[in-house]
């Protein structure tokens, strides 16, 4: 046949494979929305979870997704920069480096029950966290650090290495380079990255089972104390997430519209990563314009 | 002279700048690298324990096909045949779909269906797997009895969610490799008068190969450990698969559905961790797989 | 300007800490009980324990989940002030169950549910025993409609099976290699999607997706339940040490009253365990309650 004839024929099998494709993935998100966002009401969003009764809100829920994520940020994002720091700046290249990003892949396969398992078992029985949020912030952290310092590392690589050698000359030490020159030129790759492995996390329900526990109780959002005990900036007390709501609500919910509670968070989540994508987005715009400037 | 020395030879800010700053750094790699020591000599302890704590024979673990805990019969391996085709299965129906997808949207649409196609991806890769299990249940698991009769549970159902969710993985990290390819090949094969299916077929698929291949097995890593969604279309019965529209059950719904009703330091619990640890040391396998393979496409 | 900046937020920062610290150590300090365990309890423990603490503020109460065994493990090994069971602890491999004291707190009901478009409504005893033993394989042979059975079965060691099977099954037979799901929610939401599906679940989770069956006729009704007219029911267990603080023998207290049960319980369709005539031990025999 004729290299036209088969470039036209593989042209239109492609474009129309991808075209389903994109469709059945366009159809599943519009299915997800569809089903739960009738169900989003602003009642929905403020009020608690019912245990038995139909009418239940995700209030707390959401809140202690949101405020997980913002824990496991601050305890991974610094353990990552600095990972990526020794990996793109320090790091020999030999074999002992070669099997530390072994290592840090290893950790990005994790199956996550595997992660909440152990998470449950060291840090809530052995470190004595209990069913806390910091218990399930580590756990994500483990599950999060992986693809963090990946595109940490992604970011400060692509920085010239001209400016580097500009700054080296002038007679800086590498660790004034890097925090001076090179971190602020990768900052908007370093956060979107960030914002998206948030993304990532939100829907993580199996690790946080054992360790941020599956029962919200009642918070004071009025408590602005995070030592004390109901407060909702107490990262010790037990937290259910959306994600795990999503799961209780299906395995063990007694609540009658238990289908409805479950479309509407997954809804809710759905539409909250999506928040989190248009953020990291346009904050990496922002930034870059700045600098650029 | 000596003060002339001394002053020299002080080190400077600059350069305890660099040791508090190597400090630092090395610091939090040695932390990375301590937690995955301690999570691995930790599930390496408990998954032993069943053969060294409640002498089970490795041998019947991994070889034999009768998993009842209640009666002390401890054999794996219908889930571990279960894991692997379920993954292999997904891996191998995603690959060319997320390949298809992929050609098309860096070598063929314009950048807007990329710069859209982009936030769509990263939806998918956060719906709760929760919801992909329901999504299976409701609309996969019906469609499958419809169409060849059984329950519709099994590894056909398993296969369809699975792929459903490693595709959108699978699609990105496609699309970057098949990015990263120089522009200028692309440039040097249309001059020298080949068509775009061409150049597709014969230069930038063949140069992108190793990062397909992780895609596929970064893919496939994923679907291995998946929980939540598997354990809801699978069926949960632990018996060798028959065939795809049987129930079958994998190393994952096992350990989810035992877990919560065995009491830490038996045996029945003890073989749940022995599980645990083949779930680790398959995603180690995928692992050495990935590296080998993008070392292969470097050279 | 900049550092100066920065270190009069770390200043302000580190003073709020402090004194929210000391704040917090100021109060008197809380009385913290721990639930672990069932997740088919939860949730009326939770109701439970969302009044009390209405009335008595002192007390902290946490109820998690993690699954009768968890529940049980944890309370030997004393990591937790209370363990919640839907299992004797005699029935549960590694727990010294004399080491334990067993709290009564509800009853539930078990019923056996088909999907809706099977037509069958009514089962023998010895039918469903047949059943679940893979004796019986097709709607058929029990005057259903020509329909492989499709038998979901729960988890191994989960106490709604163990109460299942010591109800209907003789001693010494076993269940047939079935489907196995950990969860009332799933069980339903599988019965429903599947024709030709029969499992079982607790009265509470009962709706109007699936079919409950009577067995020879006897309707699965509370009033069933407490003279064991109904044979399948549980017991659920909230254990404790064998001499719990005073917290959580108050705490348990109150599950087991009156009130609670007439209402929180009832309402959550769990049988009133004061309406029981009848005791079961764990080795499954019934007798008058005296």
């Known amino acids: 046949m004729h290299p036209e004839k088969v470039d036209k024929l593989a042209t239109g099998i492609i474009l129309t494979l991808a075209g389903i494709v994109g469709l059945v993935i366009l159809s599943l998100l519009a299915y997800i929305l569809a089903t739960g966002i009738p169900h989003v009401s602003w009642d929905f969003?403020?009020?608690?979870?019912?245990?038995?009764?139909?009418?239940?809100?995700?209030r707390d829920q959401l809140f202690n997704s949101l405020y997980l994520v913002v824990l496991t940020m601050i305890v991974s994002v610094p353990l990552a920069l600095c990972a990526a720091i020794y990996l793109s700046e320090y790091a020999p290249d030999n074999r002992w480096t070669g099997l530390l990003r072994l290592a840090i892949e290893v950790l990005s396969s994790l199956p996550s029950v595997v992660v909440g398992l152990f998470g449950y078992l060291v840090f809530v029985l052995q470190f004595g966290m209990d069913f806390s949020l910091l218990a399930g912030a580590l756990a994500l952290t483990i599950l999060n650090l992986p693809i963090l310092t990946r595109s940490c590392e992604d970011a400060l690589r692509q920085v010239p290495y001209l400016q580097r050698q500009a700054g080296l000359g002038l007679g800086m030490s590498k660790w004034r380079v890097t925090t001076k020159i090179v971190l602020p030129a990768a900052l908007p790759g370093i956060i979107t990255g960030a914002i998206l492995s948030a993304g990532r996390i939100f829907g993580e329900a199996a690790a946080l089972i054992y360790t941020a526990g599956q029962s919200s109780p009642a918070i004071d959002y009025g408590d602005w104390n995070p030592f004390s005990p109901a407060s909702f900036l107490n990262p010790m007390r037990p937290a259910e997430t959306l994600a795990v709501h999503i799961w209780k609500v299906n395995s063990e919910g007694l609540v009658p519209d238990a289908r409805a509670v479950s479309n509407g968070s997954a809804a809710v989540l759905i539409i909250t990563i999506l928040l989190f994508n248009l953020v990291a987005r346009y904050l990496g715009y922002l930034i870059k314009k700045k600098l650029t400037k | 002279?000596?003060?002339?020395?001394?002053?020299?030879?002080?080190?400077?800010?600059?350069?305890?700048?660099?040791?508090?700053?190597?400090?630092?750094?090395?610091?939090?790699?040695?932390?990375?690298?301590?937690?995955?020591?301690?999570?691995?000599?930790?599930?390496?302890?408990?998954?032993?324990?069943?053969?060294?704590?409640?002498?089970?024979?490795?041998?019947?673990?991994?070889?034999?096909?009768?998993?009842?805990?209640?009666?002390?019969?401890?054999?794996?391996l219908p889930m571990i045949t279960t894991s692997f085709s379920v993954t292999v299965f997904s891996g191998l129906v995603a690959l060319p779909l997320a390949l298809v997808v992929?050609?098309?949207?860096?070598?063929?649409?314009?950048?807007?269906?990329?710069?859209?196609?982009?936030?769509?991806?990263?939806?998918?890769?956060?719906?709760?797997?929760?919801?992909?299990?329901?999504?299976?249940?409701?609309?996969?698991?019906?469609?499958?009895?419809?169409?060849?009769?059984?329950?519709?549970?099994?590894?056909?159902?398993?296969?369809?969610?699975?792929?459903?969710?490693?595709?959108?993985?699978?699609?990105?990290?496609?699309?970057?490799?098949?990015?990263?390819?120089?522009?200028?090949?692309?440039?040097?094969?249309?001059?020298?008068?080949?068509?775009?299916?061409?150049?597709?077929?014969?230069?930038?698929?063949?140069?992108?190969?190793?990062?397909?291949?992780?895609?596929?097995?970064?893919?496939?890593?994923?679907?291995?450990?998946?929980?939540?969604?598997?354990?809801?279309?699978?069926?949960?019965?632990?018996v060798m698969p028959k065939g795809v529209m049987e129930s079958a059950a994998t190393l994952t719904s096992v350990l989810t559905t035992g877990i919560g009703n065995t009491v830490m330091g038996t045996a029945a619990n003890n073989a749940l961790w022995s599980l645990a640890l083949i779930l680790l040391i398959m995603s180690l396998a995928f692992n050495l797989l990935i590296r080998l393979v993008s070392r292969k496409g470097v050279r | 300007m900049k550092k100066t900046i920065i270190a009069t937020a770390l200043i302000v920062l580190v003073v709020a800490l402090g004194s929210g610290w000391v704040a917090a150590k100021k109060q008197p300090p809380q009385q913290k009980v721990t639930i672990v365990g069932s997740t088919a309890l939860q949730p009326l423990a939770e109701a439970v324990v969302d009044v009390y603490q209405a009335k008595r503020p002192q007390t902290s109460i946490t109820v998690q989940g993690g699954g009768s065994g968890t529940g049980l493990s944890q309370v030997q090994e004393g990591a937790v002030n209370i363990g919640s069971s839907d299992i004797f602890a005699d029935q549960q491999d590694g727990i010294d169950e004399k080491k334990l004291r067993d709290h009564i707190v509800a009853v539930s009901g078990i019923v056996p549910v088909v999907n809706k478009e099977l037509g069958i409504k009514n089962l023998?005893?010895?039918?469903?025993r047949q059943i679940f033993t893979g004796k019986i394989t097709n709607w058929q042979q029990v005057g259903g409609p020509d329909l492989p059975i499709t038998v979901i079965n729960r988890a191994n060691g989960s106490g709604t099976r163990v109460a299942f099977e010591q109800s209907v099954f003789k001693p010494g037979s076993h269940a047939v290699n079935a489907q196995e799901q950990d969860s009332n929610g799933t069980v339903k939401e599988i019965v429903a999607n599947t024709p030709g599906a029969i499992s079982y679940i607790s009265f509470s989770y009962l709706n109007n997706t699936v079919q409950p069956l009577k067995i020879d006729g006897v309707r699965p009704t509370a009033t069933n339940v407490t003279t064991n007219k109904w044979p399948l029911w549980s017991y659920e267990h909230m254990y404790t040490q064998k001499h719990p603080n005073k917290a959580t023998a108050e705490f348990i207290k109150y599950m087991q009253s009156k009130q609670v049960q007439d209402t929180l319980v009832e309402e959550a369709n769990y049988v009133n365990i004061h309406d029981m005539q009848v005791t079961r031990t764990p080795t499954g025999t019934v007798s008058e309650r005296k």
């Not at chain 2, 000596?2 to 020299?8: A, F, H, I, Q, V």
């Not at chain 2, 939090?28 to 930790?42: K, N, P, R, S, Y």
């Not at chain 2, 060849?148 to 549970?153: R, S």
Request: glycine letters at 10%; one cysteine or more; aromatic letters at 10%.
């Open chain 2, 1 to 76: 002279m000596d003060n002339l020395r001394k002053e020299l030879l002080r080190p400077s800010a600059e350069s305890k700048q660099e040791v508090s700053g190597k400090v630092v750094s090395y610091f939090a790699i040695l932390l990375i690298g301590g937690l995955v020591g301690t999570i691995l000599i930790f599930l390496t302890v408990k998954g032993i324990a069943l053969f060294t704590g409640n002498h089970f024979s490795l041998r019947e673990f991994l070889t034999g096909v009768n998993w009842q805990p209640g009666h002390h019969h401890f054999g794996a």
């Open chain 1, 45 to 58: 969003l403020t009020s608690s979870a019912e245990s038995f009764r139909a009418g239940g809100g995700i």
């Open chain 2, 102 to 238: 992929a050609i098309a949207i860096t070598e063929m649409l314009p950048s807007r269906v990329y710069k859209f196609f982009q936030p769509v991806i990263e939806l998918l890769v956060g719906i709760p797997s929760v919801v992909y299990g329901y999504l299976g249940l409701t609309v996969i698991v019906p469609q499958l009895r419809q169409m060849f009769g059984g329950t519709g549970f099994g590894i056909l159902a398993a296969t369809c969610v699975l792929f459903l969710m490693i595709l959108p993985t699978m699609t990105s990290m496609t699309i970057d490799s098949l990015r990263a390819v120089p522009q200028s090949y692309r440039q040097a094969s249309t001059g020298l008068g080949a068509t775009r299916w061409q150049t597709i077929s014969r230069v930038i698929l063949p140069s992108a190969k190793s990062g397909i291949l992780t895609a596929m097995v970064f893919g496939m890593a994923r679907a291995f450990g998946e929980a939540l969604a598997v354990q809801m279309v699978i069926g949960n019965t632990t």
């Open chain 3, 124 to 128: 023998s005893l010895d039918q469903l």
